[in-house]
């Protein structure tokens, strides 16, 4: 009788482990943009990713009519981090996404990024997936410059759990570019008490994430820099 060692047993268990991993959804789906770090106060925000991961969010801009500005951070290629928070120079009223009222920053969206955000409209429409207007978006750089982009959300995001489309103007520098760099994300997934139920609505909407099973929906993920790591909810 051959005995097997325990160190073949764990390279097996290792094989299985990665075999299983590629068969399901990626660890970052295709078409992540970015997600929204929402907190009360843009500074402590800033200061919680640097303290984790060792690269300071450069501030971005502000969202004229929406209540808010933010800070970005890339993330590796067409992806970053959106640091969002309130606009003290803008009334509390205008804060469309209440931020003043996050007690502690948590993760509170995402995007996905498309070529053509008319073919998304088409797409939903045939699905019968109810969803807003079109609405396009700008935002002033520090360096003067604007940037534009269209956005459509759903009627029914889930709570945050599935995202808004984004589609950038085409002469935009995307925000992953000209963002302080050494970030990357490694991990992003769904969490919710019924992800059968959502797993459907995401084949719907042609997004391949992984989607876990959770007492809470939340939005997850996993940041490495080069100070360390940054697990979403901490």
């Known amino acids: 009788m051959h005995r097997i060692s325990r160190r073949s047993i764990l390279a097996l268990a290792g094989a299985l482990a990665l075999r299983a991993r590629g068969a399901g959804a990626p660890s970052v789906p295709e078409p992540f943009d970015h997600m929204l770090l929402g907190c009360s ?7 919680l990713v640097e303290r984790h991961l060792g690269v ?20 590796g290629e067409r992806r970053y981090l959106e640091i969002i928070a309130p606009d003290p120079q803008q009334p509390r009223s205008s804060d469309v996404r209440q931020l003043y009222k996050i007690d502690s920053p948590r993760l509170i969206g995402w995007a996905a990024h498309v070529d053509d955000i008319e073919a998304v409209v088409q797409r939903l ?9 079109v609405r396009p978006g700008a935002r002033q750089r520090p360096s003067g410059q604007t940037l534009r982009w269209k956005a459509l959300s ?13 589609e950038w103007s085409k002469d ?15 991990r992003f997934s769904l969490a919710t008490p019924n992800p059968d139920e959502l797993r459907a609505r995401t084949a719907k909407l042609n ?5 876990e099973n959770a007492p809470q929906p939340a939005l ?6 080069p100070k360390g790591t940054l697990s979403l909810p901490a």
């Open 207 to 211: 997004l391949d994430v992984e989607i």
């Open 56 to 75: 300071r969010a450069a501030l971005g801009g502000v969202h004229p009519g929406r209540g808010s500005r933010n800070a970005l951070l890339s993330l």
């Open 172 to 186: 935009a520098v995307h925000p992953a570019v000209d963002s302080p760099q050494g970030d990357r994300i490694d």
């Open 154 to 166: 759903l009627k029914d995001d889930a709570g945050g759990l599935l995202p808004f489309f984004i």
């Open 41 to 47: 106060d843009l500074d402590k925000g800033i200061e």
């Open 125 to 133: 429409t045939a699905a019968g997936i109810a969803f807003e207007p």
């Open 220 to 225: 997850r993920a996993k940041v490495t820099g």
